[in-house]
């Protein structure tokens, strides 16, 4: 161990001494192009030494003897000195047996030994013995097959998800390994590591297909922020630190939506019709007015035949371009005809080419000709278009005709009030299929275009701030992951975001370009997507190499998947294959007995995964007499100090109410999910929120109303009861729903 550490050390040493020496040849001096390879040197040096940092804790795992005596140690990352091959990388193919090779199909190995190491020491050392002849009586004792993976488990949490490197069981590390093209769908109940297998497929992926990710990059999209959180260090763990992580509603570039719809409004919002409503919202952006229209131009007057405008129409429509670039077509179409009437004007009948251009050209700047060319035809922006169509009841009316008039009504929204965000997460997608139609707008003809609606030009304005707060948070973030915040700041980073972009890393590119295609997209809680949010992320994946996570049985959202055919199958036609993970890591058999009969109730046909760990307090109920007072007593008392971590998971239509209350009483709790929420002592979420998280302890408040708040109740409430990894409780002011006639009841409070 200590010749790793110390060759280690070396590395770390030469790679700062090569990093020092780039930085310190002059700030922004010489040519652009030296100081582009210098940057890029210097990123490239600062990525190999935050590797070498992130690999300090476990550097080496595993020890595999094989059958002709000789051995290989495997770790995070690989190690050699001299041509020697002193670590193994655990994604290399000779890595493999230490995930797969079991009694029955040693592959070659004698002994898996399991290392456990703190502070650069072996702590404890666990063996899978493989050749039971050759074992001498020592050996035999020590025989201990899931011992790494169950001390593993029984730590307590830290409120970030950890790597499994060295304990990776031979079902994950098929599915971490599978082949990079096509879609894999992992589906799974909960617990059972789909996310954490999901990440270090990732870096396997990175690992095995380093030279075409490193261009196109790979996209981890999460169902929240919080979820983000939890799992961001995950991968800078393993030394991969160049992989987007996003939200849905952090898709369209600019934006970051966290507020979500109610369920109706979300189930329309994502039907996959939608897709039609935007297309007719652009068509009805694309006028010919009732009768023809007079243009003022003072000296004299032009009149402009609907008929004009109706073929103008017909022939930008046939120029098969997107609506900003067909704009060209119409215009050029209704200025030639005004010119023709503008000579006329000036007693000239007939006019020659290079006249009809200038004639254009003047009549373009006229004001009257420019209202009237920006109301039959506008430059429009997704977020003019969006906000156009849901304040207007008449344009909603035709572009959802599809739909019924409760539904249209669902969408309709008031305008944006300045400070407050207007998008909600299931915009995004809309947003994003806007702008496949309207194409871009050159920004020289926003600027020159300034007739456009005054509230549409505040909502773009607002978008762009958007944006640069967007980049700046961002740039925060990728430097806080990457440990460069000593190098770069981070203004200068969000600068480069949106201007220069020769220095940045793949991922740092792809997030603020709405049109880059990923090499590999991993979806995680993918069951949540709705068919226009899948619409979004097809998109970023044309090549279609994708692993998509989740749990049928987890759907939450109104508006999310119910088998994974129908929302794979018209990608891919029907090409996708799917590997299912059948072992629950986090739950004890006996929550998780608790959590079946739920899953019961919402499907008898489908298995819940077989618990690994059992020995848990059996699960209780505590009624009380008002549910903020009372919840807020059970929680003190259940804090037992020692460090772990509780979730309280409440309806959403309670939440504020419950989190204040939680948060005044408790001390360290926290409402909501904060910047903070994963480290407090105690945290206050629905359950949407705590999709994908996992916690020491779960009480969960008021279990009826969960149930009966969504059309998706029963599968809300087994998520909630499925995320504890220790002790579950159960806060109740009405009787408890049949189906959680298990639990233990504790005497009730006043
Ligand atoms: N092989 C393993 N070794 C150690 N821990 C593991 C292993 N597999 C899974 N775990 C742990 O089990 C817990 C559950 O994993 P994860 O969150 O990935 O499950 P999931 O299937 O995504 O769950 P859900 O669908 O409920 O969100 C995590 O703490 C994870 O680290």
Not at 84 to 104: E, G, K, M, S
Not at 183 to 208: C, D, I, M
Not at 358 to 380: I, S
């Amino acid at each position: 161990m200590s010749r790793l550490y110390t060759r280690l050390d070396v590395l770390r040493e030469t790679t700062q001494r090569s990093l020092d020496q780039v930085l310190g040849q002059g700030g922004s001096g010489g040519t652009h192009q030296n100081r582009s390879e210098r940057d890029s040197m210097a990123g490239m040096y600062a990525a190999r030494l935050s590797r070498l940092w992130s690999v300090e804790n476990g550097l080496c795992f595993g020890r595999l003897d094989h059958t002709d005596q000789t051995s290989l140690y495997i770790g995070r990352i690989g190690l050699s000195e001299e041509e020697r091959r002193l670590l193994i990388d655990w994604r290399a193919p000779v890595a493999q047996p230490f995930y797969r090779a079991t009694p029955a199909s040693p592959m070659g190995l004698t002994r898996r030994r399991h290392l456990q190491t703190r502070d650069r020491r072996v702590v404890a050392v666990n063996d899978d013995l493989f050749d039971l002849e050759g074992l001498t009586d020592a050996d035999r004792a020590t025989l201990n097959g899931e011992a790494a993976l169950l001390a593993a488990l029984a730590e307590k949490r830290t409120g970030r998800m950890r790597d499994i490197v060295a304990t990776i069981q031979s079902e994950q590390d098929r599915i971490i390994r599978a082949d990079l093209p096509g879609v894999l769908v992992v589906q799974g109940g909960p617990g059972t590591g789909k996310t954490v297998v999901a990440l270090h497929r990732a870096a396997y992926l990175l690992y095995t297909h380093r030279e075409r990710l490193d261009r196109r990059g790979v996209l981890i999209i999460g169902p929240n922020l919080t979820f983000l959180r939890y799992i961001e260090q995950v991968l800078p763990s393993l030394g991969e630190t160049d992989v987007l992580l996003m939200t849905i509603g952090e898709m369209f570039p600019g934006l970051t939506a966290t507020t979500r719809d109610r369920p109706e409004t979300a189930q329309v919002k994502g039907d996959a019709r939608m897709a039609q409503v935007i297309a007719r919202a652009v068509r009805d952006r694309q006028r010919v007015p009732k009768r023809s229209v007079e243009l003022d131009l003072g000296k004299y007057k032009l009149f402009l035949d609907w008929r004009v405008c109706d073929a103008a129409r017909t022939k930008a429509v046939r120029s098969g371009r997107l609506h900003n670039q067909a704009r060209a077509v119409f215009v050029r179409h209704i200025l030639n005809k005004l010119a023709r009437q503008a000579a006329k004007h000036m007693g000239r009948n007939l006019i020659d080419e290079d006249e009809l251009a200038d004639l254009r050209e003047e009549l373009r700047t006229e004001p009257a000709v420019k209202t009237a060319l920006n109301r039959l035809w506008p430059y429009l922006t997704p977020h003019q278009l969006l906000l156009g169509l849901f304040t207007s009841r008449e344009r909603l009316a035709y572009a959802a005709e599809a739909f019924t008039r409760e539904e249209r009504a669902l969408m309709l929204r008031e305008p944006p009030v300045r400070g407050r965000s207007w998008y909600t997460e299931s915009d995004v997608p809309l947003l994003d299929e806007a702008a496949e139609l309207l194409g871009e707008i050159d920004q020289s003809v926003l600027v020159a275009t300034a007739l456009q609606n005054e509230e549409e030009l505040a909502a773009a304005r607002e978008a762009e701030e958007h944006e640069r707060r967007y980049e700046l948070t961002y740039a925060r973030e990728v430097l806080e992951l990457t440990g460069l915040s000593d190098m770069i700041d981070a203004e200068r980073l969000a600068e480069r975001h949106r201007g220069d972009v020769s220095h940045l890393t793949t991922a740092e590119r792809a997030a603020t370009d709405r049109t880059w295609a990923f090499g590999h997209v991993i979806v995680d809680e993918a069951q949540e997507l709705s068919p226009m949010a899948w619409r979004m992320v097809m998109r970023r994946c044309p090549a279609r190499s994708m692993t998509v996570v989740g749990d049928i049985a987890q759907t939450g959202s109104s508006a999310g998947g119910r088998s994974w055919g129908a929302v794979l199958d018209p990608y891919t036609g029907g090409r996708w294959r799917e590997e299912r993970l059948t072992v629950n890591y986090r739950t004890p058999a006996e929550i998780m007995a608790l959590a079946a009969d739920v899953l019961a109730s919402i499907d008898a046909s489908l298995d819940p995964p077989d618990s690994v760990r059992e020995g848990a307090a059996p699960p209780w109920s505590q009624q009380v007499g008002t549910l903020a007072g009372g919840l807020a007593k059970v929680v003190a008392a259940e804090l037992d100090g020692s460090g772990g971590t509780m979730a309280v998971l409440v309806p959403e239509s309670a939440v504020d109410e419950l989190g204040a209350a939680v948060a005044a009483a408790v001390p360290g709790a926290v409402a909501g999910p904060s910047a903070t929420a994963l480290e407090a002592p105690a945290v206050v979420l629905t359950v949407a929120d705590a999709k994908g998280l996992e916690f020491d302890a779960v009480i969960v408040a008021e279990p009826e109303r969960i149930l009966t708040e969504s059309p998706r109740g029963a599968n809300d409430l087994y998520v909630a009861l499925t995320r504890a990894t220790r002790g579950l409780g159960v806060v109740h002011t009405t009787s408890l729903p049949p189906v959680l006639s298990r639990l233990t009841a504790r005497p009730p409070l006043p």
